[in-house]
């Protein structure tokens, strides 16, 4: 069995973590990039990233800073350099894993419910 072979049955094992690395690879580049850039970008690649990160990131990121650490009092934390990174790196993992989860669950009921159908119609 090749590399690939069991990357991708192991993949198939584990449906909502392949969709939570797929979909918290660029967010997390995004952020990353703004707290440091490790490479010069060019100014035109930054301008054209900017409705990225705001509609991967800073969305995210406030919404849920509003929803869950606001009315906790919490809001103090992002204000601290190290910290406030962390918890927008875990922020957007938390919420990035839980849409994850909502996509596999929807999908697998959908599946099932079109198979129920399909074996319904006499097929």
């Given at each position: 069995m090749s590399r690939l072979e069991s990357l991708l049955e192991r993949a198939a094992d584990r449906p909502v973590t392949t969709v939570f690395v797929l979909l918290i690879?660029?967010?997390?580049?995004?952020?990353?990039?703004?707290?440091?850039?490790?490479?010069?970008?060019?100014?035109?690649?930054?301008?054209?990233?900017?409705?990225?990160?705001?509609?991967?990131?800073?969305?995210?990121?406030?919404?849920?800073?509003?929803?869950?650490?606001?009315?906790?009092?919490?809001?103090?934390l992002f204000?601290?350099?190290?910290?406030?990174?962390?918890?927008?790196?875990?922020?957007?993992?938390g919420l990035y894993y839980l849409v994850s989860y909502l996509l596999v669950y929807a999908g697998r009921t959908l599946l099932e419910t079109a198979e129920a159908d399909a074996d319904g119609d006499g097929r």
């Open positions: 690879t660029g967010p997390l580049v995004l952020a990353g990039l703004s707290f440091r850039q490790p490479i010069a970008l060019p100014d035109a690649l930054l301008t054209e990233l900017e409705w990225v990160f705001w509609l991967l990131v800073y969305v995210p990121v406030s919404a849920t800073r509003r929803l869950l650490f606001d009315p906790l009092g919490l809001e103090r204000a601290v350099p190290v910290l406030g990174q962390g918890l927008i790196v875990l922020t957007l993992g």
